[in-house]
């Protein structure tokens, strides 16, 4: 396994995919040829940030992009949300690690999908801040028109309040999981596609 990580709780379904039987999540380990995005971003925070929001802005909004390392190896943590799909309303909020090799890349993703009754952490919150000041421009590219707002209820502050909803699950898991996993040694060795 390119990235091991802590499975407790979870199902394991496949070698690279386990499930948490509680609320349907998904964690999955990937390697895929190719560069997933441009090199140069990882020497400039702030197209690092820019690049991302704009990559999945026709897909959903990037909530939160920055560098991290990742059991010894330069990792690009991103929180994205994308509506559900096939689905009238709702959300899917992806948690990944990216890890930019050459010529491949490897990927720790945590998928926590809205069930049931969807809505409800911005319903609940939206009347603290108004509805004229609930979205904000996006914080990375603030002329950006993302298909999916930004707004206040992204904000981590508010996931000790929803402890349950997907997004603070998926944010926790880069948190709680991420940060302890581990990288094999032969993958880590290959140097970081910083120049694609």
């Known amino acids: 396994m390119v990235i091991s990580f802590n499975t407790n709780g979870l199902q394991q379904q496949d070698a690279t995919t386990w499930t948490d039987p509680r609320t349907g999540d998904v964690a999955k380990v990937q390697v895929a040829q190719g560069t997933p995005f441009p090199g140069e971003w990882l020497r400039d925070p702030y197209a690092l940030q820019r690049g991302f929001a704009g990559m999945y802005a026709e897909q959903g909004c990037l909530i939160e992009v920055?560098?991290?390392n990742l059991?010894?190896?330069?990792a690009v943590r991103q929180l994205i949300k994308l509506p559900l799909p096939n689905a009238p309303a709702?959300?899917?909020f992806m948690a990944m690690f990216t890890l930019?090799?050459?010529?491949q890349y490897a990927q720790l993703m945590y998928l926590a999908k809205e069930q049931g009754m969807t809505g409800m952490r911005?319903?609940?919150l939206m009347p603290q801040f108004g509805f004229e000041n609930w979205t904000l421009p996006h914080p990375f590219d603030p002329q950006l028109q993302s298909r999916l707002p930004f707004h206040r209820g992204d904000d981590p502050a508010f996931d000790a309040q929803f402890p349950d909803h997907p997004l603070s699950r998926a944010r926790a898991f880069t948190w709680n999981v991420g940060r302890y996993a581990t990288v094999d040694p032969a993958f880590a060795a290959i140097p970081d596609n910083w120049n694609a």
């Open 90 to 92: 709702g959300q899917l």
């Open 122 to 124: 911005e319903a609940t």
């Open 100 to 103: 930019a090799k050459a010529p």
């Open 66 to 68: 920055e560098l991290v």
């Open 71 to 74: 059991g010894g190896v330069t």
